[in-house]
């Protein structure tokens, strides 16, 4: 079966810390995506790839940064100079960036610092 | 600026039929989605509308008219299931997604 996952599912860390979020998908999906969700408010994009060993920034790319190393691959890290990186972490993947095509999504992380 | 609005949360009773609104404000327009996501899970894809008029697909139905940058989600025969949140999402004119925070919806017995 084909999808996008991402592990781990609950991250505890403390704060200063760097961290690394996982994301993996199967889809033979060109772009991928990583977006934080937080409480009442819309998912906010962070970071973007449309093709291996390119990515783009999004709204909020401060204090994060990612790789995209492998088609398949698009790892996150949260670095201490993420001033609030408590937050649902979510992944997703589409054919690709530019197009109506919709997105498929991981399960999701939550990541609590303190 | 950018702006998409949804009502924060709505309840209703299963086995009725309910209507989620969202109005949009965004700098072009190449689409509008509508993703269901139930607590502490990934948002899954319901529809896309990219032209005027109503979609239908089971028991949800989507609607949009471009002029009144307005959308809404329409759900019959309600099941319990059915409790979960649901995104309202408009692709911009440089095809980047912009997001509304979603409608609780609560279905009661």
């Known amino acids: 079966d084909g999808g996008i996952t991402q592990s781990p599912k609950y991250l505890f860390r403390k704060e200063g810390q760097n961290v690394t979020l996982s994301c993996e998908q199967n889809?033979?999906?060109?772009?991928m995506y990583w977006y934080r969700q937080d409480p009442g408010q819309g998912l906010r994009l962070i970071y973007y790839?449309?093709?291996?060993?390119?990515?783009q920034k999004g709204d909020i790319a401060e204090g994060y940064s990612v790789s995209r190393e492998k088609k398949e691959s698009f790892p996150l890290t949260v670095t201490s100079a993420q001033k609030n990186p408590t937050a649902f972490y979510l992944c997703?993947?589409?054919?690709?960036?530019?197009?109506?095509?919709?997105?498929?999504f991981g399960p999701g992380t939550r990541l609590t610092v303190t | 600026g950018q702006n998409i609005d949804q009502p924060t949360e709505m309840t209703a009773t299963e086995g009725a039929i309910v209507q989620i609104n969202c109005t949009y404000q965004?700098?072009?327009?190449?689409?509008l989605f509508w993703y269901q996501q139930h607590a502490g899970e990934a948002p899954t894809f319901l529809s896309y509308?990219?032209l005027d008029g109503l979609e239908e697909k089971g028991r949800f139905s989507s609607f949009l008219s471009r002029s009144k940058g307005y959308s809404y989600l329409l759900l019959k025969e309600l099941q319990m299931k059915d409790s979960a949140s649901y995104l309202c999402?408009?692709?911009?004119?440089?095809?980047?997604?912009?997001w509304g925070a979603g409608t609780k919806l609560i279905i009661k017995p």
């Open positions: 997703a993947s589409s054919i690709e960036t530019g197009t109506p095509y919709e997105q498929y």
């Open positions: 889809l033979n999906h060109d772009a």
């Open positions: 790839s449309q093709i291996v060993n390119d990515f």
């Open positions: 965004t700098s072009g327009f190449n689409g």
């Open positions: 509308n990219v």
């Open positions: 999402a408009v692709l911009d004119s440089n095809y980047q997604l912009i």
